[in-house]
Structures are given as structure tokens and as C-alpha cells.
């Protein structure tokens, strides 16, 4: 049946039509924009989630720059306490040329007092953007932002990595070590301390030369006891005629003075290992190993005890002279850990004693500038870590949206052109119903 009123073909070509321009609008955006959903209206679900991911990418973002500040800011650290491990180690040779004979300890003290100055200037110069990790300001640790952590319901959380500061400073008060002015009885004395056959020295008498405590024949040795400490007690050693290197070559008789003051802290084990590295130490710098002076703590029930071996028959009829002198009322001092390294400013090579203590002192303040330099390596490898995770990260979602909302520009061509040839019969196809109703009229005729 025709109709002039209800015209289907048309209302069905009509509807193709719309279906049709509908879908050509839809892919010429995606053209133009490069996304397949680029609102809400595309894909509510898909928008959505994309727009978390690019706040998440922007967070990323963000994190990188603290990453990269905190990265900077340790690697100054570690620089500086590499920088102030060389100069400690350049200082130690210093030491050890002060434990020959025949040396001007002056000028060496000299030195070691512009080795000091460079420290202190490394340390002041070790900021970055006016934070400064080594120079005892604060002992807060340094917290920098690495990781923003969503969970399955959405909640973030921040991830923080900790950058513990490390004092290198070298203008930290601290107190020197003060020998004992009180004199021990012989009872107190021989209850601190005692060599082989129970034989101390408890009076302030000093030692001479001919008053020697004990002697160590040629390939002998003594044992030494730590018997009580209480904090103050104060021990010295003299050795005398140890054979000590020249400046320049050659050996000399020498005397060599070792002190310890015991702080509240210590026990018998610690002033008998105190006494033992302090004589090893000195060993090591400033004799031959063909003498072959030793010295070693015993263990276990023995811990407190150390004996002194003297050398191994090379030098013919060698005594080694041991003077012990025991009192009480000393202050013990700043360790070498104490303050950073302000132990440095105790370092005084001008005497026999001072420069012994020095030899010991100085390995303790080297081993903490390692440590912290350490420290600081270990923490910088970790940022530079996260870092790079952090950028493959940010990456991955930057991927994986373009995944999501990235239109397919090879099939979104075909369909265009596919949705033109369709456009175009739409509108033939539209045109041809239209004129249907024009063949009624002959009927007419």
C-alpha cells in the first residue's frame, strides 16, 4: 500500500542517516583528539580510572624532584666524608712520623693542626640548598618522599626513605683525657693494677731511667693484670729502651709513655684492651718488625690481662724496661667517638704521651669518617634506586593509559572512510524514498 502521509522507506533511510553521521562525528573526534574516550560520556568506567592514574602520574612526578633533591643532598654528604677520610688518613701519617726519634714534632703538630682547619672547612661547605647532613646541627634524620602506595580501596599513603646525619664536626666540645693527681696507696694501687709478681708503683715518683717496675729480657715477656677500675683511675706505662725508628733511617733507644684514665663506663676488659691497642698501635708505627715488640690481651677468665713479649733475639742483650705508675682522681675525656670529631682537638704530638694516645685515637676517628661515608653510599644507592623505579613507574602508567583512552588511528581511518561511502548511500538512499510519493501522482492522470 502507498501513502502520501506515512512515507517507511524514508523514516527508515532517515534513521540509517542520523546512525550514521552520529558515528562519523564520533570518529572524527577521535581524530582530532587521538582518544577513543576523552570525556566521561565516552566510557564513564574507563574515564574514571584514567583520571586517577594521571593524578597518580602527577604525584610521580613530583616525587622525582624530591628524589632527585635528596639524591643531591646525600651525595654532598658522601663527597664530604670521603673528602675528610682522605685527610684523617693523610693526618695519621703525620702521627706515625711523630713516633720516630729525631723528629720536629712542632712542625708536625703544625701540620696536623691545617689538616684539622681543612676538615672544619669541608664539613661547613657540606650543604646543598642549606641542608648540611655532617656538621652536628641536629641529629633529626632526613626524611624524603619516595612512593605514594594506593591500596584496593583507594587509600594512599606516602613512603618515606630516612637519611640518617652523620656528626663530623670538629668544634663539638670535648674534654681531654686528665691523668690522676691523687697518689694510690700500695694496697689500692696493687688491687688496680699489677705486673708479674705482683709489682706496682703507687707514689707519683716518674720514671728515671734506673727505676723501671719490671724487666723483659731478650725473646721474654710480662703479664700485666687489670685487677678493679673504678672511673678515675688512672694507669701509666713507660717503656724504656725500646728500639724506635730515626727520621731518615737507622734506630735509637727510646722511652715511650702510655696512658689510660678509666671513665664510669669501663670495665677491667676496656682498660686492658685500651692499654693493648694503645702499645700496638705504637708498635706498628715506629718500630721494626725484626725487633718483633708484641703485645696481646689475654682472653676469656684472662681478658684483663695483657702480656708484652720482647722482640726475638735479633738485638743482642735488648732490656726492655716497664715502669707502671697507678693513681686515682683522673677525668677520663672525650672518646674518639664522642662529638663527632672533636676529638681532634685533643690531638697533641708534642710529647711522648700525647703522641702514643694520638696513634690510637686517630683510627678510631678515621674508622667514624668510614662509617659515615659508608652511610651515606648505602643511602644514596637506595635513592637512585627508587628513583629509577619511581621513572619506569610514572612510564608504565603513562602506557597504560594511552592504552585505555588512545584511539586507533589505522582503524579509526578505515572507519572513516567507511563511514563516508555510508553517508553518501544514506543520503541517495534518503533521496530516492523521498521521491516515492512523486509516482502516486500518475495515478492520477
Known sequence: M??????????????????????????????????????????????????????????????????????????????????????????????????????????????????????????????????????????????????????????????????????????????????????????????????????????????????????????????????????????QLVLGNVTVNVAGGGSAQADRTFEYVASATDGVEDVARALTNQINAFFGAATESANAYTVTQGTGANSNQFTITNGDGTVTNEVLDVYARVQTGGTAGSSASTGGLGALQNIDVTTDSGATSALTAIDGLIDQAIGAASSFGSDQGRIETQSQFISNLTDSLVSGIGTLVDADLEEASARLQALQVQQQLAIQSLSIANQAPQSILSLFR
Open 2 to 235: 502507498s501513502s502520501i502521509l506515512t512515507n517507511n522507506s524514508a523514516m527508515v533511510a532517515l534513521q540509517t542517516l542520523k546512525s550514521v553521521n552520529m558515528n562519523l562525528a564520533e570518529t572524527q573526534e577521535m581524530i582530532s583528539t587521538g582518544k577513543k574516550v576523552s570525556n566521561a560520556k565516552d566510557n564513564s568506567a574507563i574515564f574514571a580510572i584514567t583520571k586517577t592514574m594521571e593524578s597518580d602520574v602527577q604525584g610521580f612526578k613530583a616525587i622525582s624532584e624530591s628524589l632527585g633533591l635528596g639524591q643531591s643532598t646525600v651525595a654532598v654528604a658522601r663527597q664530604a666524608s670521603e673528602t675528610i677520610t682522605d685527610l684523617l688518613v693523610e693526618m695519621k701519617g703525620r702521627i706515625v712520623a711523630a713516633q720516630e726519634e729525631n723528629v720536629d714534632r712542632t712542625a708536625i703538630q703544625s701540620d696536623i693542626d691545617a689538616l684539622e682547619a681543612q676538615i672544619s672547612s669541608v664539613v661547613g661547605a657540606a650543604q646543598f640548598n642549606g641542608l648540611n647532613l655532617i656538621d652536628g646541627s641536629s641529629a633529626d634524620a632526613m626524611t624524603v618522599l619516595s612512593s605514594l602506595d594506593r591500596d584496593s580501596s583507594g587509600n594512599v599513603t606516602s613512603a618515606l626513605i630516612s637519611v640518617d646525619r652523620q656528626n663530623l664536626s670538629v668544634t663539638t666540645p670535648v674534654s681531654a683525657q686528665g691523668f690522676g693527681t691523687t697518689d694510690a696507696t700500695a694496697a689500692v694501687a696493687s688491687a688496680i693494677f699489677q705486673g708479674t709478681g705482683a709489682t706496682t708503683v703507687e707514689d707519683d715518683t716518674l720514671y728515671d731511667g734506673t727505676n723501671a717496675t719490671e724487666t723483659i729480657a731478650d725473646t721474654a715477656g710480662a703479664t700485666f693484670t687489670v685487677g678493679q677500675i673504678s672511673a678515675g683511675d688512672s694507669i
